[in-house]
């Protein structure tokens, strides 16, 4: 994909809670809220919710993605801190009058182990369209995988359309053959991912 893709230009997602973003000829704004809860001295609960809006949208294109992550872990020893309830990430894209035109959900594979490394794989349906959301977690020329996404990549039909980096300041990579509708959706996801503050960092 980086070989063959176009390099799409990514800006305003490096921190912070608030902010400007742009992805491409797509922009707009966000607002995200990260709480962790504890309780009874042994469950923990993260949540996370974010409101992205879209500058440009209009008629049936989506204007606002309405996102809500949750996780949850319990201490099975001082020591040991167990995924009791895996990651899943849910982002709603609405339009300026409040109609749903598609979704996105990702969930966590707790590995065999229950170590913190897991596999996230989603779908993305939006413009009448599907998508597979896979995360990466493997370096270049290292065996040692990552225990957090360094990357997600997306597919329409089994075909890579792009992927997203998140390993430093988030990048975005298209492939050369996707249509507009594609790009939208390609960029939406991966603002979407791109703010998704992951637990095991938090």
């Known amino acids: 994909m980086a070989a063959n893709g176009a390099s799409v230009a990514m ?17 707009g704004s966000y607002d995200r809220r990260v709480t962790r809860s504890r309780y009874f001295d042994r469950y923990t609960g993260f949540r996370q919710g974010a409101q992205i809006t879209i500058a440009i949208a209009s008629g049936d294109t989506p204007s606002i993605a309405a996102c809500d992550l949750y996780e949850g872990r319990v201490d099975a020893s001082p020591a040991i801190e167990v ?18 035109v598609g979704e996105m959900m990702i969930g966590a594979e707790i590995a065999a182990d229950l170590s913190a490394r897991s596999e996230r794989r989603g779908d993305l349906d939006l413009g009448g369209r599907q998508y597979s959301v896979r995360s990466l977690h493997e370096f270049e020329n290292v065996q040692v995988p990552s225990g957090t996404p360094l990357a997600y990549l997306i597919k329409r039909d089994g075909r890579a359309i792009g992927a997203v980096t998140l390993d430093g300041a988030p990048s975005l990579v298209e492939a050369v053959y996707i249509d507009d509708k594609d790009k939208m959706a390609l960029s939406l996801a991966s603002v979407a991912l791109a703010l998704m503050v992951d637990p095991a960092t938090y």
């Open 11 to 27: 800006s305003g997602l490096n921190g912070g809670n608030r902010g400007e973003w742009r992805a491409g000829s797509f922009g």
């Open 83 to 100: 995924v009791l309830d895996p990651v899943t990430y849910i982002c709603a894209f609405l339009t300026a009058d409040g109609q749903r």
